[in-house]
């Protein structure tokens, strides 16, 4: 049952280790038709890794059939034509291995030749065991070895052919070249437990699960065919610091001058790097396109705009923008990895496109590159010419692109946000952040006024005026003081000189709770409408319908109204009074 | 901490680990009670043990505690050394 694990992770990139016993322990049990049937076998106690494999399976959105063969069994298993894998067949094969497999206990002073054979003999043994199996068909996902940790003698040993430090960098890169139809999963860098070791044969500590977890999703997918190819990246606060609508290109943050910048760099570089190894990319942004594009002509930007093959800026929900993705580039959905800063639009992602993998980035661009290489999303057994000249062919076919409105289910998205808010006559120590979103929004804002903290005040203080705040918070946190209306009774009408939002909160009805309570307050000034403009600017085109769309009847350019008195049913909101 | 206090956090590492309700739980409670509770898991109970207190447990002890309230003590006496 894949989507109990999913639903049990919530957005959490990995399992734990209980979470991977619990799960593995169930699922092992279960049965069930699958899609594949996976054979474990090994030199050590495999219990542990077969429920790692089944829970790996489960979230690849695949049922599996896991066997565990007995203890030690190994070679018996690829070799017997009566054992349960030769007679039953598999689709994959998973050869559980460590560095005691590949170590030949010999004389120290032994010669580098002396050691080399050696070598051979032991991946000779390996190379057997996998030819038995090329026949049958199945795909074999063998464990690469980590080093052994002893350090005995240091540098000395590096210097040492026999020393088993040696022995296993000889032995690695020869079963790499033995075996160009194997996958080989890394098992450098695993946790070692010894206890693990002593106590349950286990080849690495239970606190290395997730990560194990996560390697073996990739090498299942190698040996599946379903090989993630486009990274689908958001813009602000993920590829820069700050917002390129609000702060535009001098603004945001990138580049060696701050800490900060200097991590978003070193994330774009890491995101080119990626490229350079045949990974398309795509952004997936709320902006406006020609905006947004600016951000990328930033001096410090490694990223240019012909470097994404797909580039998706609209106002509509990212689940669309990923399916726009998926149809320019002609990719499966599937195929996609989206990283985003923002949980909500993680969370809106994962919801509606559960086949996407998503790599909520969080807060701190220090660990943007830790987050995503911890997926082993784009891990691959090695890289073709092909790969390498996959980003020019993409940009190409990008040119004809067609983008096309696309909706998911946005409606019960919202709700299961369970959004609360707050909207209410500004207090005296609001006035001052009022005043700062004056200064600073520039793409939720009408009019652009650009009011200061004293203007601000003024309009408070008149018994003719209203200043409001709206606050928002949902089930992800606190957004805080995200939208502000500054009204002037004007005869029989409100008018909204001033109204701002916050773009993180945007089209998520908001706007209409907001709305709400500006004709309530419109009722409570004895106004009997409220009237609206809008102002263009270079960067609010993102409401120029917005009055429209709060069912204002146009009563010249650029100007609306609506009847206080009229029923608000129409000004639909999934946010509740908090 | 108390030992009770203790023994009541083992017992929510054994309810995570196996799916068990608390309440079925008592300081005489061995992995023979335990549905799934084999050599295998026990390291992962050890694990569990080990992350809820911050404590690292000598392996041939943790290996023998034959009850809930073993391990209990265990980890108490752990922490005072």
């Given amino acids: 049952m894949p989507q109990t694990l999913q639903h049990a992770l919530n957005g959490r990139p990995q399992p734990t280790a209980v979470e991977i016993f619990t799960h593995g322990t169930r699922l092992l049990k279960s049965a069930g038709p699958s899609d594949l049937r996976i054979v474990v076998a090994g030199s050590s106690t495999i219990d542990m890794v077969a429920r790692a494999v089944a829970v790996a399976t489960a979230l690849e959105g695949r049922t599996s059939e896991i066997i565990i063969s007995p203890f030690g069994a190994w070679q018996q298993e690829a070799l017997d034509p009566m054992s349960s894998l030769r007679r039953g067949g598999a689709d994959i094969l998973v050869l ?97 437990d010894p206890r693990a070791w002593y106590g349950a044969k286990l080849t690495f500590g239970q606190q290395a699960l997730p990560e194990y977890v996560a390697r073996m999703r990739g090498a299942l997918r190698t ?104 149809q320019a580039l002609n990719v499966g959905i599937d195929s996609i990895v989206f990283a985003d800063d923002n949980p909500v639009e993680c969370a809106l992602v994962r919801e509606m496109l559960p086949e996407v993998a998503v ?21 691959s057994q090695g890289l073709s010419r092909e790969d390498f000249a996959r980003g020019a062919l993409y940009q190409a076919r990008a040119e004809a692109s067609a983008a096309q409105a696309s909706s998911g289910d946005l409606g019960s998205f919202l709700a299961s946000l369970d959004m609360k808010g707050v909207a209410r006559p500004a207090q005296a120590d609001e006035l001052a952040r009022v005043a700062q979103l004056e200064g600073k929004t520039n793409q939720f804002n009408l009019t652009t006024r650009r009011y200061d903290q004293a203007q601000v005040a003024a309009f408070a203080e008149r018994d003719d005026a209203v200043v409001l705040v709206g606050y928002l918070a949902d089930k ?45 307050t419109a009722g409570r000034l004895g106004a009997r409408r409220v009237v609206g403009r809008y102002e263009r600017t270079s960067k609010n085109d993102v409401v120029a319908d917005l009055y429209d769309r709060l069912g204002f009847k146009r009563i010249g350019e650029d100007v609306w109204e609506r009847a206080v008195d009229r029923d608000a049913t129409d000004l639909e909101t999934c946010i509740t009074a908090r | ?12 590492v054994v309810s995570d680990t196996f799916g068990v309700s608390v309440g079925s739980l008592t300081a ?44 209990a003590k265990l980890v108490q006496d752990v922490r005072q050394a």
């Avoid at chain 1, 063998?142 to 430090?165: D, K, N, T, V, W």
């Avoid at chain 1, 060696?256 to 398309?280: C, H, M, N, W």
């Fill in chain 1, 476 to 520: 992800f946190g606190d957004h805080g003081l995200v939208s502000t209306v500054i009204g002037v009774k004007d005869g029989d009408a409100l008018s909204i000189e001033s109204w701002l939002m916050s773009c993180r909160v945007f089209s998520r009805t908001f706007e209409h709770y907001v709305m709400r309570e500006i004709l309530v």
């Fill in chain 1, 223 to 326: 040996a599946t065919s379903r090989a993630k190819k486009v990274l689908a990246l958001d813009l602000d606060n993920t590829l820069w610091g700050g917002v390129i609508g609000d702060d535009g290109v001098s603004g945001i943050k990138l580049g060696p001058e701050t800490p900060t910048g200097s991590a978003f760099t070193a994330f774009q570089a890491y995101v080119k790097a990626l490229a350079a190894r045949g990974i398309i990319l795509a952004v997936c942004s709320k902006n406006e396109p020609e905006i947004a594009e600016t951000g990328l002509s930033h001096p410090h930007s490694l990223l240019q705009r012909s470097d994404f093959a797909a580039f998706e800026c609209s106002w509509s929900d990212k689940a669309g923008g990923l399916r726009r993705i998926a």
């Fill in chain 1, 359 to 379: 790599v909520e980035l969080g807060g701190d661009p220090a660990v943007f590159i830790e987050k995503l290489d911890a997926g082993c999303w784009f891990d």
């Fill in chain 2, 1 to 12: 901490m108390e030992q009770t206090g203790i023994l009541d956090q083992v017992k929510q």
């Fill in chain 1, 96 to 192: 559980v291995n460590d560095w005691r497999d590949l170590v030949t206990p010999m004389r120290l002073d032994a010669t580098l030749d002396e050691v080399r054979t050696a070598v051979a003999a032991k991946v000779k043994s390996f190379r057997v065991v996998w030819d038995a199996l090329v026949t049958t068909g199945v795909r074999v996902i063998q464990h690469l070895p980590a080093e052994p940790l002893a350090r005995y003698a240091g540098i000395a040993e590096r210097r040492l052919p026999a020393s088993p430090l040696s022995q296993m960098r000889l032995a690695i890169d020869a079963l790499l070249d033995a075996g160009p139809e194997i996958i080989f999963l890394d098992m450098a860098g695993l946790v070692v």
């Fill in chain 2, 28 to 71: 005489e409670t061995t992995a023979n009670d335990v549905e799934g509770w084999d050599s295998v898991a026990h390291l992962i109970f050890i694990n569990g043990i080990e992350s809820a207190f911050g404590v690292r447990l000598p392996m041939q002890q943790a290996l023998d505690v034959s009850n809930l309230g073993d391990m």
